[in-house]
């Protein structure tokens, strides 16, 4: 494998553990604004959300560029 996707890998890997290890902090539940009205929610939670959505996209837009390359 590429050092690349050697160091992706250690860094999804890290985030994932660093998760698991601290879930009772992300799971806490706190105030989340808005904007105009505010939810009982855990903010580690919706992070952890934002993040693997955001990989996910990239990763279908790296299947995207590639194949297109074809």
């Known amino acids: 494998m590429k050092f690349r996707t050697l160091f ?3 860094i999804l890997g890290a ?3 660093f998760s698991a290890l601290n879930w009772d902090a992300f ?3 706190t105030t989340l ?3 105009l ?3 009982q929610g ?3 939670v919706v ?3 934002v993040v693997i959505f955001l990989t996910a ?3 279908a837009f790296v299947i995207y560029v590639q194949a297109s390359a074809l």
Do not use: D, K, R, W
Request: proline content about 4%; hydrophobic content about 55%; glycine content about 16%.
């Open 27 to 29: 799971t806490a539940p």
């Open 8 to 10: 992706l890998l250690l």
């Open 37 to 39: 009205t505010e939810v």
């Open 57 to 59: 996209y990239f990763m």
């Open 33 to 35: 604004s808005l904007g």
């Open 47 to 49: 992070m952890l959300g």
């Open 15 to 17: 985030t994932a553990g």
């Open 42 to 44: 855990a903010i580690g």
